[in-house]
């Protein structure tokens, strides 16, 4: 019988930025080849989503408040 190893495959592209200016959170996972083994218990180690901080455009009313708070 072939045998399959256990192990994550490729991670997904990253998602949009949760936020559409300034700072905001984005979003990938990858999925366990065999979730769960018959054969020794063995799964999949480590994380199936990883996040990353993403910066988009700063914020109109930022922008706006510095330049009152300048002048």
Not at 39 to 47: I, L, Q
Request: charged fraction near 20%; hydrophobic fraction near 30%; aromatic fraction near 12%.
């Amino acid at each position: 019988m072939f045998s399959v190893p256990v192990a994550w495959g490729p991670w997904s592209e990253w998602g949009t930025c949760s936020s559409t200016c300034d700072a905001g959170i984005q979003h990938r996972g990858r999925l366990c080849n065999m979730p769960f083994s018959k054969r020794n218990n063995e799964k999949c180690v480590g994380d199936s989503t990883e996040e990353r901080i993403c910066v988009q455009r700063a914020c109109a009313g930022i922008i706006s408040k510095i330049w009152i708070c300048y002048y």
